[in-house]
């Protein structure tokens, strides 16, 4: 049974649906990532699970209970905001214990809670510090100590690793993910950063404008997307209008593509795709897309390069990598794999 249920949720900011029928649901221990581009509700969606937006319409329950209409601080999710902020004058026992002080805890639970929530973060050894002799990476887990300390129902993170730099992020990225298995706490994590979400997620539901466009594993997201826009926004992709050219049926490639319309969308897993020369003897099996192309543009990124190809009939240039070097202008011939390439019309 859902812990969490949140059933068709409206929220209009004037023209603005901030939210548009937005149901989801979250299992006991399950890490639900909910994501999507900057403006498409991840925010107000779990601002209106805390409490502190007030809906048009719609339903929440924890635990089967409805709690839509209940004050913040009766709802028992604890929240750890994009920009958490520590109170500066407190020491880090302080910050940790203050969400007990508020629920009114005796002395002596609030330093037992605080006492185990510092050393489920490792970090008791920096109870009496202030924020300000902390690095970021323990000033979030500061912050984390003070969300989880309160044994919420439900933890609601929103882009908890947004403000750290890419070395710690990647790190933190493990030590959360085995913080929540451990911790067991339902959690709501929004990130716009859909490789985050793919590494640390249970289920993953994908926002845009409001809606949600699809929820499913990692596995079913990246490798079923439900439309184009889910398509484009997981994974690296290179995505290119073909058009219909000539007589017969639209063609992409190799492939003929049963549509009436004057021209497709086709989303490319660009990792996923190999480029060759084009004398390369190659095994094209059943539903495997292959073009050819030729070389404008060459970046060295390391261990591999970033290739710019034109391919014939199609404007705009694919993106692809590869660890085989091509110069400019050579011939080559590009093959996706069955499953690693979406046509939509
Ligand atoms: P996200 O977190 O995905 O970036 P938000 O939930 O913050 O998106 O915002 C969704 C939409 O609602 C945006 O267009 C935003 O400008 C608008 N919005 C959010 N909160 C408010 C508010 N308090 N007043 C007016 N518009 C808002
Ligand atoms: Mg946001």
Redesign the pocket.
């Known amino acids: 049974m859902a812990v969490l249920e949140a059933r068709n949720l409206y929220?209009s900011?004037?023209t603005?649906?901030?939210?548009d029928d937005v149901s989801i649901e979250i299992e006991d221990a399950e890490l639900l990532a909910v994501i999507?581009?900057?403006?498409?509700?991840?925010?107000?969606?779990?601002?209106s699970i805390a409490g502190f937006?007030q809906l048009d319409s719609g339903k929440i329950f924890i635990k089967s209970k409805d709690i839509t209409e209940l004050p913040p601080e009766k709802r028992n999710v604890a929240m750890f905001f994009?920009n958490y902020a520590l109170w500066p004058h407190m020491t880090v026992f302080e910050n940790v214990a203050y969400g007990l002080k508020i629920k009114k805890c005796d002395r002596k639970e609030i330093k037992e809670r605080v006492d185990w929530a510092l050393e489920f973060l490792d970090i008791k050894s920096l109870a009496e510090r202030k924020p300000n002799q902390l690095s970021g990476g323990q000033q979030q887990r500061v912050a984390l100590a003070r969300a989880i300390v309160v044994q919420p129902d439900v933890l609601l993170l929103?882009?908890p690793l947004s403000n750290l730099d890419a070395k710690i992020r990647m790190r933190i990225r493990f030590e959360l993910k085995a913080l929540q298995k451990k911790l067991k706490i339902p959690t709501l994590y929004?990130t716009?950063d859909q490789e985050e979400a793919l590494s640390i997620a249970d289920r993953i539901a994908i926002?845009h404008n409001?809606k949600v466009l699809q929820v499913g594993t990692p596995q079913e997201v990246y490798r079923s997307p439900a439309n184009l826009f889910v398509a484009d926004f997981i994974g690296v992709n290179s995505v290119v209008t073909v058009p219909r050219t000539g007589e017969g049926p639209l063609r992409v490639g190799n492939l003929r593509i049963d549509t009436s319309q004057q021209a497709v969308r086709v989303v490319i897993r660009a990792e996923e795709a190999k480029v060759l020369p084009i004398e390369r003897e190659m095994l094209v099996q059943e539903g495997d897309l292959k073009l050819e192309g030729t070389i404008v543009g060459k970046l060295y990124m390391g261990f591999k390069y970033r290739y710019e190809i034109m391919v014939k009939d199609i404007q705009e240039p694919l993106f692809i990598n590869s660890e085989e070097s091509f110069e400019p202008k050579q011939s080559v011939q590009i093959l996706v794999r069955k499953g690693s390439f979406f046509v939509y019309e």
């Open positions: 929220k900011y004037g603005v649906k901030a939210l999507g581009p900057s403006g498409s509700g991840k925010t107000t969606l779990l601002r937006v994009q929103d882009e929004v716009h926002m409001g």
